[in-house]
């Protein structure tokens, strides 16, 4: 009897999240991005973005099977942080974000801002130029309490969608995967992925039925997650016993400013230019910190607890690093090399050689930090070991309610990695820039017109050979499913 009166407060509240979700759901359809029409009505490409979904798992679950359709998956190496906005403006060729975060310090008022409920709607945050509707910051609360029912409302919502647009290509984002990965960790990740491989099956055999085409399928995620439960690093006491305070605004020499919107594996820090090196140096050497990155300018400072060096941009045609070590080897790539002390990297070679070091691309990932990715860029930039974290205290206190299961920010492999899957073309190894010329560059257009020309061909040839065979555009299927 206890287990169905279980059942029956399960039941009762799943009906109360649908309830809600279904008023959460009302925000408008983002501004499209510039396409042609489809020429029979129905879009010939989904580019299907997935926030927080890691490399590992993806993989994984085609070595046992899953998404067979589609070509072996690729990396897809974020910025640095490893955090939606950065990455997210990247790979849909945005504009960069003014900060690393939609709460951050802005320089120009002298203080923390965007702590506000409207800065959880997916309207506020950088985007792809999805196709799909954005939703509004109840949306994202109620994702958090039950990520994966709400995922999968999502992904359904997707599938309508897809399904009345006649865009050529259709852009669509679903959110809240990142909360099943931060809220359920990889084994939910891995449940919620599967029921993806089968809902695109199945959207895939209703565009064939309609069209008599396949559907092109792109995915991407922004990053990947640590997939551990984090353990706090008390930046901010870490900081008070160096002799400094945080507040809101930078107004005494010795003040640092710096927002925790959530739960990640990153701090952007503000402080006065003349103790930054201080500040950087005060938490590299801090227990549960992987490295702390600082603005020198024309340099890029890296500090670890064993290590220190800078990063330099060396040249853009072709692009080039120089990597000068200081103390030790902080990043770990001059191993081997007895008595060199400073190297020139091209980049493109590195990164193929890093894509699975303990931090992939690491040379361009930091100076982007600091030299584009952002708009106001902070002037220190700590990254945490996995299995640490730094968050907000509100949202830590009802994390301890609804569970915790790991986080992304840092640039370790696991937060850095996302993922690239194809169904109809094979995909190399991308940084976000790359994936947004893989996704929607010119080449990408070429190629899915000779694709597709060669698939109606076919349909053509086929329909042809079988003339009593009625054809398949006069054929409707129900949407129930959707």
């Not at 986080?407 to 190894?429: C, F, K």
Request: proline share 4%; net charge negative.
């Amino acid at each position: 009897m206890q287990v169905d009166s279980n059942i029956r407060r399960r039941r009762a509240l799943a009906g109360l999240l649908i309830l809600l979700l279904s008023l959460a759901t009302g925000g408008s359809v983002a501004a499209e991005r510039t396409s042609a029409v489809s020429p029979d009505g129905i879009p010939q490409r989904l580019v299907l973005a997935l926030d927080g979904i890691p490399y590992d798992v993806f993989v994984e679950l085609q070595r046992q099977g899953h998404f067979t359709d589609f070509h072996p998956a690729a990396r897809m190496v974020s910025t640095f942080p490893s955090l939606s906005d950065v990455s997210f403006a990247a790979i849909g060729g945005s504009e960069p974000p003014q900060g690393y975060q939609q709460m951050r310090f802005d320089p120009a008022q002298n203080k923390v801002v965007g702590n506000t409920m409207g800065s959880l709607s997916s309207q506020a945050h950088p985007s792809l130029g999805e196709d799909s509707r954005s939703y509004s910051s109840l949306h994202r609360i109620i994702g958090y309490l039950a990520p994966y029912h709400v995922s999968l409302s999502e992904m359904r919502e997707i599938g309508r969608e897809v399904l009345s647009s006649d865009k050529q290509t259709f852009v669509a984002y679903l959110e809240t995967s990142d909360a099943v990965l931060h809220v359920k960790g990889r084994r939910a990740a891995e449940k919620f992925l599967i029921q993806l491989d089968e809902f695109l099956q199945d959207l895939q055999a209703r565009v064939r039925t309609r069209t008599g085409r396949e559907l092109f399928i792109d995915i991407v995620s922004d990053h990947g997650s640590t997939m551990v439960k984090g353990q706090v690093v008390q930046v901010e006491q870490l900081l008070r016993h160096c002799g400094f305070q945080r507040r809101d605004r930078i107004v005494h020499p010795y003040d640092v400013a710096y927002s925790l919107a959530g739960i990640i594996g990153s701090v952007a820090i503000t402080t006065s230019e003349e103790h930054a090196e201080e500040a950087a140096q005060c938490l590299a050497v801090a227990d549960g910190v992987d490295l702390v990155a600082i603005d020198r300018g024309d340099a890029i400072g890296i500090l670890t607890s064993d290590g220190a060096g800078e990063v330099r941009l060396a040249g853009t045609a072709p692009e080039a690093y120089d990597y000068r070590v200081l103390r030790g080897d902080p990043l770990g790539l001059l191993q081997g090399m007895t008595a060199v002390t400073e190297r020139r990297f091209d980049e493109s070679s590195l990164f193929m050689q890093t894509l699975d070091a303990p931090r992939p691309d690491p040379l361009r990932r930091l100076w982007r930090a600091f030299h584009g990715d952002v708009k106001e860029p902070s002037s220190i930039l700590v990254s945490l070991a996995d299995g640490r974290e730094a968050g907000n205290t509100q949202v830590r206190a009802l994390a301890g309610i609804r569970g915790r299961a790991g986080t992304h920010g840092s640039m370790t492999r696991l937060a850095s990695l996302g993922v690239l899957a194809s169904n109809w073309r094979a995909v190399n190894d991308v940084d976000s820039r790359g994936a947004n010329e893989t996704l929607f560059g010119a080449g990408t257009v070429t190629a899915m017109r000779r694709v597709l020309t060669e698939q109606i061909a076919r349909i053509d040839s086929a329909t042809t050979s079988a003339p009593q065979t009625p054809p398949l555009l006069a054929t409707s299927a129900p949407e129930t499913l959707y």
